[in-house]
């Protein structure tokens, strides 16, 4: 096994020497969505009819091969490894590179081997880059330590070899967010994040590894990394860095973050900024910080005083009440709300009370939904709200207040103040918040039940110890409707497998909903659509030949008029907007779900659509749009467009804003 990976290794150098920079792009798969053939073969991966796929993936048509190899990375079944590797010694380097993409989604260490094989045995006069560079990444999704250390030190590559650099970045971040590192991939990735020769999205892939992966180490690194951290004229870097400094520990790092909190100009640095800053001294981060509240943009103004609820201390709490006022964006204000009630000790009960009590005076002042809702999350630090908060679960119309209190008492029985403020009590306590579950659950809310779940999944919450009956859980999850309500249905089941000592296994979809081809008639590779909000519009385009069922279903949503006034119900800054949602609370869908279709696509850039789930081959009409790259969604959640115009829009889009209506510009 050694003599092989050395060979692969000897091979990564070797070919950089031989391989032409630019190559024949004719591979001869064409998708034509109006060919009978081609829809019967996204018919069966809509089906997950394996043995047919099979079949087709051995078809001398290459483009019946490549939709197979995409339903076969959709699918990831592992008994299909050894058919799947059997197309990377394909003549067409399309199919061979969907092969290599479908191995690594599957995910199962049986598929190092093939892709080790294939890389090696091609006649260099005859590699194709964007297949080498799909089995790099393969390898970083499915191979062993011994693979990640051949990975890491292959440093032959040209800067100009583009896929190359890609397949090597992507591989071993992919072994990164697997949990499996290692000193010389990160120094890769510093060399690489530190070198401006290098392609931008290399670079950008590079510092996300640095950003995201646990437990390496970047000390010996940390002044190469600041120098482009404050210069770098590619903000998708710079915020990256940004997160990556988080995990040094120095005085000096910390003043050039505060530094550049002061001069930076992008919206999504800054809110990265704030978050690293949470893991260097208090005392000298907070003033500066204070200022900033109220920052014109409301995301600054937000992550500023989410700063203060995660990072704040006690003696400060009086202090953040002191900040809350009318001039602030409300969401702010919620956020001080919540940081005094995180950092004020729980001892102060006669100032609790009025905090209380104050958050739910303006809850029930408010005529805004997602105010109500801001505000009502903040009692998950008060614990003698629970009273109020069962209350509002099981009284309010609104569901998205209802799921938001459920939420909230959620919060209570894993806040520290609990045990403080009923000490010899709080068992006592857990059991009636117990009761309440009991209530929750014969109400049959899909949004409820489905965070009443959660908490007895939660051991922090000690429910499992307190809950004895499981016949009530039982009975809720039997009058859930499929798949409707797949979400709720595999939580309660979980935690019935909790409460009963039981394996969990999540209930699988059943195929319950044909793509409608006469959807996409008339789309062609100009077309737009347009998500009008109101804030603005968002221009789109459509992968239709990538994702047909996921447009297939958009565009019967939007000519049916569904997504007109559908709050954005989610939005995450630095991260996404979140919408379409029935309910407006995040557990809403319809009577059917549609197939997971993960192409080979990559969040690389802000303004990619992807579709929201819980889990794959549950989606159904609830979708995202990027504020910035997101690489930790590659391969999970299907991308079906990516904004054309409007990205403003995107960036200004709260909690509560809405959908007015989508237009199929064909």
Known sequence: MINRILGFFVLCFYFISCVPGFEKDFDGVSIDLSNKEYREAFRLQDEQNIDSLYTLLRSEDPTKAYIAGLAFASIQ?????????????????????????????????AGEDFLIDAFKNKDTLDINNVVNSRILEAVGKCGGENMLSALSTISTYRNTDTLLLLGQVRGIYRYGVRGM????????????????????????????YLARVQKIDINEYKFRLVKFFTSDPDPHIRMAIAGALGKVSDGEIHSYLLNQLTIEKDYRVIVSILKSLGNYPYIRSVEPIITLLSHKNRHVAEASAQFLIDNGNGSDATFYRSLINDSLYYSVNAKLYESVLVNLPAYFTNTRKKLREEILAKANDSISVAEKVG???????????????????????DKAI????????????????????????????RKEIADILI?????????????????????????????????????????????REIETYNKIQEAISILKGEKFIPKKVNFNNPIEWSRLEGLSDTSIFVIQTNKGSISFKPYTKDTPGTVANFVKLAE???????????????????????????????????????????????????????????????????????????????????????????????????????????
């Open 77 to 109: 079944e592992k008994r299909s490894i050894d058919s799947v590797a059997a197309q990377l010694s394909n003549v067409y380097p399309k199919v061979r590179s969907i092969a290599a993409y479908a191995l690594g989604q599957i995910g199962a260490e």
């Open 181 to 208: 590192t290692n000193p010389a991939g990160t120094k890769r990735m510093v060399d690489i994040v530190t070198d401006n020769t290098y392609p931008s999205e290399v670079r950008m892939m590079a510092a996300h």
């Open 375 to 397: 505000l009502i999350r903040t009692l998950a630090h008060e614990p003698r709200s629970y009273v109020d908060l069962k209350e509002l679960a099981t009284n309010s119309e």
């Open 402 to 429: 209802a799921t938001a209190s459920m939420e909230a008492l959620s919060g209570l029985l894993v806040s520290p103040h609990f045990i403080k403020t009923f000490k010899g009590k709080h068992l006592f306590k």
């Open 439 to 483: 209530d929750i659950f014969k109400k049959g809310d899909a949004g409820m039940s489905a965070v009443a779940a959660d908490m007895i999944i939660d051991p922090e919450t000690q429910l499992k110890d307190i809950i004895t009956e499981v016949s009530y859980l039982i009975e809720a999850r039997n009058k859930l409707q499929l798949p």
């Open 560 to 666: 049916s008029d569904f997504y007109d006034e559908k709050s954005f119900h989610r939005v995450v800054s630095n991260f996404v907007v979140q919408g379409g949602c029935p309910r407006g609370d995040g557990y809403g869908s319809l009577d059917y779900t549609i197939r997971s279709e993960f192409a080979p696509l990559y969040y690389n850039d802000a303004g990619y659509l992807g579709m929201a789930s819980a889990g794959p081959h549950t989606e159904g009409v609830q979708f995202f749009i990027t504020h910035s790259p997101t690489p930790h969604l590659d391969g999970r959640y299907t991308i079906f467009g990516k904004v054309t115009d409007g990205m403003d829009v995107v960036h200004n889009i709260f909690p509560g804003d809405k959908i007015t209506n989508v237009i199929i510009k064909k």
